[in-house]
């Protein structure tokens, strides 16, 4: 069973960035295609962002061009660089297996405001 565990949230300036890191447990983590999420306070949890065994990514039209997805298999770790944020990049980030799920981690809060 995977476990997750999102880390690297922050407060952070309009226009500003930061990266986010996914611990994942498990020796088969390789063999996954991972994806992060979002929850806003008072919305559902939406899709940023996710990226193949292989390294093939897909982003949600919200954050193309200023997000940027990737893992290192050795570390059994998933990060997601954020540039140029704001403040409906607000959040709880999640990280989780793609397309289907395990049990969700803590998340990682990210804030954006001036």
């Known amino acids: 069973q995977v476990q997750l565990v999102e880390s690297g949230g922050n407060l952070v300036q309009p226009g500003g960035s930061l990266r986010l890191s996914c611990a994942a447990s498990?020796?088969?983590?390789?063999?996954?295609?991972m994806a992060w999420y979002r929850q806003a306070p008072g919305k559902q949890r939406e899709y940023v962002a996710s990226?193949?065994?292989?390294?093939?990514?897909r982003y949600a039209d919200s954050v193309k061009g200023r997000f940027t997805i990737s893992r290192d298999n050795a570390k059994n770790t998933v990060y997601l660089k954020m540039n140029d944020m704001k403040p409906e990049d607000t959040a709880v980030y999640y990280c989780?297996?793609?397309?289907?799920?395990?049990?969700w981690g803590q998340g990682t809060q990210v804030t954006v405001s001036p």
């Open positions: 989780n297996k793609f397309p289907s799920f395990v049990a």
């Open positions: 498990g020796s088969s983590f390789s063999i996954y295609a």
């Open positions: 990226i193949t065994s292989g390294g093939s990514t």
